[in-house]
């Protein structure tokens, strides 16, 4: 069974910064391609982050390039989310996501692209 865990999110203050982490296990390879995707109350859900197999590409939603940095770890299974100068409309439910190993696909930043998910983690951010 594929399964993914988010963990770090919290409540902050505006300006603040927080790291979350999302565990994979279940997959048969480290080589997924992952993304980060947030979901606010009354909203759809939308794209944060993604990044490739090798970590050599990422690609960022508008409202968050130069604020927030993905990451991965193929040898600990994990992807990582540096988020800086938290903004309260950063304010949403976290989720990490990824796609089957071989999948082709359209568009990176689409949810419907993705196979896997994880449960989400809440982030607040005060003003």
């Known amino acids: 069974q594929v399964h993914l865990v988010e963990s770090g999110g919290g409540l902050v203050q505006a300006g603040d910064s927080l790291r979350l982490s999302c565990a994979a296990s279940?997959?048969?390879?480290?080589?997924?391609?992952k993304g980060w995707f947030r979901q606010a109350p009354g909203k759809e859900r939308e794209f944060v982050a993604s990044i490739s197999w090798t970590g050599s590409s990422t690609y960022y939603a508008d409202s968050v390039k130069g604020r927030f940095a993905i990451s991965r770890d193929n040898a600990e299974n994990t992807v990582d989310l540096r988020m800086n100068s938290l903004k309260p409309e950063d304010t949403a439910v976290y989720y990490c996501a990824a796609i089957s190993n071989g999948k082709s696909f359209t568009s990176i930043t689409s949810a419907y692209e993705y196979d896997y998910w994880g449960q989400g983690t809440q982030v607040t951010v005060a003003s």
């Open positions: 279940g997959l048969t390879s480290n080589t997924y391609v």
